[in-house]
Structures are given as structure tokens and as C-alpha cells.
């Protein structure tokens, strides 16, 4: 997560925040002591905190008395853009099998980052990349940032790499995210109400991202009609 300072007034929920970004980062769960002195927080009012996100099941404290996230937050998630989830995934899921990479969807979350919102594994690839779901990057790195960028009108500002993805119609990448890993990308028109959006795999063999890239534009075509079906487009 990029870091940048919060607005004025809003210390309080950017602390919060912060918070659960970290413990987002420590799986194994964090005590109270570790989060007061990590964060520079006041323990007293991390404790409070920490009491209100378990009455939300935001958070759960496990027998060794650290602190986890919990299930509310999946709940939460849940809702996000839930129609896009629902239609991309046998999209993804065939994607993925059918090339052996990784299959996701990213959307931009800022004028700086996209994010993946679905990630499908391939069922029966020997290696695969595994990454999860909310992973972040620059949007001018890698090749579902490009293919954002791509899929927006023509700009003078526009990188070479971002030309060349709306000539060729996909986004290319090799190691510019995950060392060893390729990305091919490609962007789809979404309804109105749904985010700017790309369809794409992630590939530990650089020579298969060549083959797969027509396997991937495939997939974003099928992945607008569906769309498009569904609500109109952008």
C-alpha cells in the first residue's frame, strides 16, 4: 500500500486503517503490545480500538491473545463490485486453465495504483504464481496498470509501453512487478456503475505469454458481452 497523508481532521480513521493494514500484513496475528509500540499508538486507546472492531467481527483475538483479522471484513468485501466477481469468475477460471497462469481482474483504486478484485488459480498447471486478491502496484508498471491506461482515450502523456498496448491490443510485461513473472493484459469496458477494468494472467514462462496473449483478448471480448448484457457500457 502506498503510503500518503491522511486529511485534516481524519487522524482518528487513518489510524484505524492503518491498523488493519497491518495486521493484514501479519497473518499470524499481532498482540496489543507489538501493535502500540509498531504503530506508536497509545495502548489504551489501540485497546478501545481493537474492542469495537471485535464487536463488529472486524477482528478476533486468538487464545494467545493476538489480534487477527476476521470475517466481518469478508462480509464487507463481499458487497465490492459483487456483479463484476459474479461474472468474471467462470471467465477467470477458464482463462486460467486454459493458459496455465494466473487469471485476475484489477481495477484502479487511485490516480497511482490498480489492484486485483479476483484472482483464479489454474487447476492443473505444475507451477503457478499465487497471489492474493487486494495485491497493489503502480499503475504505470506492469501489465494490468498499462492496460488500464491502455483502455483510456488517447493522452500526449501516454508512455511508449501504453501506445503499444493499444496498438497491439493487450499489455505485455516481463518482471516488472514479481521477479520471473510475465503479464499479459487486456482492458474491458464495464457498465457505468462498475469501475474502469482489465482482464489478465500472470505466467511464470515468459515465452507463454506471447502464445497466451490471443487466449487472453478472447477472454475480455467474452467478458464485454457479459457485461454489456448485464447493465450497458461504459
Not at 35 to 52: C, F, V, Y
Not at 131 to 136: A, D, I, L, P, S
Not at 164 to 188: D, K
Request: charged content about 20%; overall charge negative; proline content about 6%.
Amino acid at each position: 500500500m502506498l503510503e500518503s497523508a491522511p486529511p485534516a481532521g481524519a487522524q482518528t480513521i487513518d489510524r484505524g486503517l492503518r491498523v488493519l493494514w497491518y495486521l493484514a500484513e501479519h497473518p499470524l496475528g499481532v498482540t496489543l503490545a507489538s501493535l502500540s509500540r509498531d504503530m506508536g499508538m497509545n495502548r489504551t486507546a489501540l485497546h478501545r480500538l481493537m474492542e469495537t472492531y471485535r464487536a463488529h467481527d472486524i477482528v478476533r483475538r486468538d487464545e494467545n491473545k493476538c489480534f487477527h483479522l476476521s470475517y466481518g471484513l469478508v462480509q464487507l468485501a463481499s458487497h465490492v463490485d459483487s456483479d463484476l466477481h459474479r461474472i468474471a469468475y467462470p471467465v477467470l477460471a477458464e482463462l486460467a486453465d486454459a493458459t496455465g497462469g494466473t487469471a485476475h481482474i484489477m481495477v484502479p483504486v487511485s490516480d497511482n495504483e490498480v489492484q486485483a478484485i479476483a484472482v483464479v488459480e489454474p487447476r492443473n498447471a505444475a507451477v503457478h504464481l499465487s497471489f492474493r486478491t487486494g495485491h497493489r502496484h503502480q499503475i504505470d508498471r506492469g501489465s494490468g496498470g498499462i492496460a488500464i491506461l491502455a483502455g483510456r482515450p488517447p493522452s500526449e502523456d501516454d508512455s511508449e509501453e501504453v501506445r503499444e498496448a493499444r496498438r497491439l491490443g493487450y499489455a505485455l510485461s516481463f518482471e516488472q512487478i514479481i521477479p520471473g513473472v510475465a503479464g499479459v493484459s487486456v482492458p474491458v469496458p464495464t457498465p457505468a456503475k462498475m469501475p474502469e477494468a482489465c482482464i489478465g494472467i500472470s505466467l511464470v514462462d515468459r515465452n507463454a505469454a506471447d502464445r497466451a496473449a490471443p487466449l487472453v483478448v478472447e477472454a475480455a471480448e467474452e467478458l464485454r458481452s457479459l457485461l454489456l448484457v448485464h447493465g450497458g457500457q461504459r
